[in-house]
């Protein structure tokens, strides 16, 4: 990975999670965040939950590392992209 402003797909994931979660327990929720595991992954595409026992409302987030080039880019496969599309 070249040098400049690009971290490890994992750092990135849990700073911006930690943001979220804390956005939304300012906002009064009581957001709990979870780690989705490679082989629950495969079923469930995304890399942190994020639920709220008070509404029972959950989203997802997928986060890909940023590679660089010549431009910056996230490569996506087939299969990832076929799995994010047809998950309802």
């Known amino acids: 990975m070249a040098s400049g402003p690009y971290v490890p797909e994992e750092q990135t ?22 780690k989705v595991s490679q082989h629950l992954e495969r079923d469930l595409p995304a890399d942190r939950l ?4 008070g509404t029972w409302k959950v989203f997802g987030f997928q986060y890909k590392t940023l590679y660089h080039n010549g431009e910056d880019r996230w490569p996506l496969d087939e299969d990832q992209h076929r799995n994010l599309t047809a998950f309802p």
């Open 13 to 34: 994931a849990d700073w911006t999670s930690q943001g979220l979660r804390d956005f939304f327990r300012d906002a009064g929720f009581r957001v709990a965040t979870y």
């Open 50 to 53: 994020f639920f709220d026992p």
